[in-house]
C-alpha cells in the first residue's frame, strides 16, 4: 500500500495524496497516519511543496466526507429506520436515540469525529442521513480534517526518514478506539439479551 501511495504521489505529486486521502475516508483500511506523514516525508525531500501536501490532502478529505454525506443522504431517514427494524437486537428506538443525540451534538461530533480514528469516515453518514446543512458539514469538516491533516503532514515533514514512527504510536490509540467500540457492541449485545429473556420469562408466567 504504501509503495502504491509514493507512485501516485511521484506521479502526481500533491493531488495524488490528495486523491489517497479521499480513497482514504471510502476505505478506512487505507489509514491517514501512512498516508499524511508519508505526504510530509514527500515534500521534506522537496518532491512536492509542503503548502500544496496541506491543500490538496485536506481537499481529499473534504471530497470523500462529501461523497459519505451523499451515501447517507441516499439512505435517507425512513430506509435508515426500515433497515433498522429488520436487524436482529437492534430496536428502532435505538436509531430515533441517536438520531436525538445527533441533533443536539451533531456539529460537536462532525468537527471532533475527523480526530478520531474509524470515526473519520463514519461520522459522515448519519450527517447525511440526518441532512445536516451542506454548507454547515463541509465547513465543520474543512476545518477538522486541516487540523488533523495539518499536524500529520508536519510530523511526516520534520520527522524525515522516521515519518513511519507516526503509524506506530498512531496505530496504538486506533486499537484503542477499536477496542472500545468492540467492548460497546459486546455490552450492548449482552444487554439486549438479557432483555430478551426477561421478557421471555415474563411472558412465561
Known amino acids: 500500500m504504501v509503495d502504491w501511495v509514493v507512485e501516485?504521489?511521484?506521479?502526481?505529486?500533491?493531488?495524488?495524496?490528495?486523491?489517497?486521502?479521499?480513497?482514504?475516508?471510502?476505505?478506512?483500511?487505507?489509514?491517514?497516519?501512512v498516508i499524511l506523514p508519508l505526504s510530509g516525508f514527500t515534500a521534506s525531500r522537496g518532491s512536492m511543496n509542503l503548502l500544496d501536501a496541506l491543500i490538496w490532502t485536506t481537499l481529499g478529505s473534504v471530497?470523500?466526507?462529501?461523497?459519505?454525506?451523499?451515501?447517507?443522504?441516499?439512505?435517507?431517514?425512513?430506509?435508515?429506520?426500515?433497515?433498522?427494524?429488520?436487524?436482529?437486537?437492534?430496536?428502532?428506538?435505538?436509531?430515533?436515540?441517536?438520531?436525538?443525540?445527533?441533533?443536539?451534538?451533531g456539529k460537536k461530533a462532525v468537527f471532533f469525529g475527523r480526530m478520531i480514528p474509524i470515526f473519520r469516515s463514519l461520522i459522515s453518514i448519519p450527517a447525511g442521513v440526518e441532512r445536516m446543512p451542506i454548507l454547515q458539514f463541509t465547513l465543520l469538516t474543512l476545518i477538522?480534517?486541516?487540523?488533523?491533516?495539518?499536524?500529520?503532514?508536519?510530523?511526516?515533514?520534520?520527522?524525515?526518514?522516521?515519518?513511519?514512527?507516526?503509524?506506530?504510536?498512531?496505530?496504538?490509540?486506533?486499537?484503542?478506539?477499536?477496542?472500545?467500540?468492540?467492548?460497546?457492541?459486546?455490552?450492548?449485545i449482552g444487554v439486549r439479551l438479557g432483555e430478551r429473556r426477561k421478557g421471555r420469562h415474563a411472558a412465561g408466567r
Open 63 to 105: 471530497v470523500g466526507a462529501l461523497a459519505l454525506y451523499g451515501v447517507g443522504a441516499l439512505l435517507g431517514r425512513e430506509r435508515t429506520l426500515a433497515i433498522a427494524a429488520k436487524l436482529p437486537l437492534v430496536k428502532v428506538s435505538d436509531i430515533e436515540k441517536t438520531e436525538a443525540w445527533f441533533l443536539r451534538h
Open 144 to 188: 477538522g480534517s486541516a487540523i488533523w491533516n495539518t499536524v500529520f503532514v508536519m510530523a511526516g515533514y520534520l520527522l524525515g526518514e522516521q515519518w513511519h514512527l507516526v503509524e506506530t504510536y498512531v496505530g496504538i490509540g486506533s486499537k484503542v478506539v477499536l477496542g472500545v467500540v468492540v467492548l460497546a457492541v459486546l455490552i450492548f
Open 8 to 33: 501516485l504521489m511521484d506521479t502526481l505529486g500533491a493531488p495524488g495524496a490528495g486523491i489517497a486521502i479521499a480513497l482514504e475516508n471510502l476505505f478506512p483500511p487505507l489509514p491517514s497516519e
